[in-house]
C-alpha cells in the first residue's frame, strides 16, 4: 500500500476530528498542519505527532505537496483554500458547508475538473442507520414518497467567535446546521426543483454560555419548503434559537414511514409488512421496528476513510462536487426567497449515489 501524505488546513477544534480519524487508518502519514497562528499549528503539531506546522498554507503546500488536504478554515475561506490546494496537486475534503456562495461553489467544481483532483464535500450521512435507512425507502414497505421533513437545531455556537460575524461567515444556522438537514433529504428524495424560505435573526442580543452578551450579525432561524420530483413537499427548519438538541429526518409514505436519529433511536420503520427487527412503542404508531443488520462501521467507513479510499482507487466520492454544488445553490437560493418573498427555482442536477427506486415518486397510478 503505497503511503499517502496528508495536511491539514486549519487548526481549530473541528480539525480535531479529522486527525483522531487519520490515526486509525493504515497507509497514512500525517505531514503537516497550518493555523494563521503558528503557536495553534505548533501545539496541535505537538499533540497528535503532526511532522511540520506552518502559518502560511501556501508555503505548506509547496513545501510538503500533500496527496490529500482536509480544510476546516472558517467557512468563507473554503473555496479559495480549495482551489488553491486543488491547483497545487492535491485532493480535497472539505468541512461543511462547503462554500458560502453558489458562485463560489460553481468556482470549486470547475477547478476540481480542471486539475483533475477529487473534491469531497460534507456533510456525510453514509452512517450504519442512513444506510439501513435506505432499504426501506421502498414502496413494498412505505408506499409512494408523499414529503419529508428533517431538522437540525441547537442553541447556537458556544463562544463569541467568527460563526456570528457575517463579514467572515456570511450566514448563520442555515450554512451551518441547514446544510446537514438538507443533505439528508436530497440524498434520499433526489435534487430539489424550488424552494421557499424564511430565514431571520430572531435573537439580536445573545446571552452565551459564559455570560458574554453578544450581537450577532447573522440569521438563527430558518425554515424551508422544498419541492421535489412528483410535486412532492419537504420542510427543512434549521435554528441556533433552541434550549435542545433536535436532529433528526423523516420520509413520509402512502403507506409508512422512516425516521433516521427520531426519539433517541437511530432508526425507526413504520410500515404494514413485518420486518426483522425489534417492535417498538413510538409515538403512539402502530407497527413501528427498530430494524436489525445495520451494516459495520470501521474506520475506512468513516469520513476521512471513504475519502482516503476514494484517493486510492481513482473513483468520485458519492458525496462529489455535483451534490455539494446542489445543496449550496438550495441553501443560496434559501436566502434569496427569504429576501424576495418568492420561490427560486433550483438549476443544479446530481446523480443519485444509491439505488432508488424510480418509481418511488412517480403518481400516475392508482395507490
Known amino acids: 500500500m503505497n503511503e499517502l501524505k496528508i495536511a491539514f488546513l486549519g487548526a481549530g477544534e473541528i480539525s480535531e476530528r479529522f486527525i483522531l480519524m487519520a490515526k486509525k487508518l493504515k497507509g497514512v502519514r500525517m505531514c503537516a498542519i497550518y493555523s494563521r497562528t503558528l503557536k495553534n499549528a505548533e501545539a496541535k503539531a505537538e499533540e497528535h505527532g503532526i511532522q511540520r506546522y506552518f502559518n502560511d498554507y501556501k508555503a505548506m503546500l509547496k513545501f510538503e505537496k500533500p496527496d490529500c488536504v482536509v480544510i476546516t478554515t472558517p467557512h468563507s475561506m473554503h473555496a479559495k483554500h480549495a482551489i488553491d490546494c486543488m491547483k497545487a496537486g492535491a485532493h480535497v475534503l472539505v468541512e461543511k458547508p462547503v462554500a458560502t456562495s453558489f458562485a463560489d461553489a460553481k468556482k470549486m467544481v470547475l477547478a476540481s475538473k480542471k486539475y483533475k483532483k477529487l473534491m469531497m464535500g460534507l456533510p456525510f450521512d453514509h452512517y450504519p442507520h442512513y444506510l439501513r435507512a435506505l432499504d426501506f425507502v421502498k414502496e413494498k414497505y412505505i408506499g409512494k414518497i408523499l414529503s419529508g421533513h428533517s431538522e437540525l437545531s441547537v442553541s447556537g455556537p458556544p463562544r463569541n467567535n467568527w460563526y456570528y460575524d457575517k463579514k467572515i461567515a456570511k450566514g ?196
Open 172 to 367: 448563520g444556522a442555515v450554512l451551518d446546521v441547514g446544510c446537514y438537514a438538507l443533505s439528508r433529504l436530497i440524498s434520499i428524495m433526489g435534487p430539489v426543483k424550488k424552494v421557499t424560505a424564511f430565514v431571520n435573526m430572531l435573537i439580536p442580543k445573545r446571552i452565551l454560555p459564559s455570560g458574554e452578551k453578544i450581537r450577532p450579525s447573522v440569521d438563527d432561524n430558518a425554515f424551508m419548503i422544498l419541492e421535489f420530483e412528483g410535486g412532492t413537499f419537504a420542510s427543512v427548519k434549521a435554528s441556533w434559537a433552541h434550549t435542545h438538541y433536535e436532529n433528526y429526518t423523516a420520509i413520509y409514505g402512502r403507506h409508512g414511514a422512516v425516521y433516521i436519529n427520531a426519539d433517541n433511536q437511530p432508526l425507526v420503520v413504520k410500515t404494514e409488512k413485518k420486518i426483522k427487527g425489534k417492535k417498538i412503542a413510538f409515538r403512539n404508531f402502530d407497527n413501528c421496528y427498530v430494524p436489525d443488520n445495520f451494516p459495520a462501521f470501521e474506520p475506512e467507513d468513516d469520513i476521512l476513510g471513504k475519502f482516503i479510499g476514494y484517493v486510492r482507487e481513482g473513483v468520485q466520492p458519492v458525496y462529489n462536487a455535483q451534490q455539494s454544488l446542489h445543496i449550496m445553490e438550495v441553501m443560496d437560493a434559501a436566502y434569496k426567497s427569504a429576501k424576495t418573498g418568492k420561490a427560486v427555482k433550483i438549476t443544479t442536477p446530481f446523480k443519485m449515489w444509491w439505488d432508488k427506486e424510480k418509481s418511488i415518486q412517480n403518481f400516475n397510478e392508482f395507490i
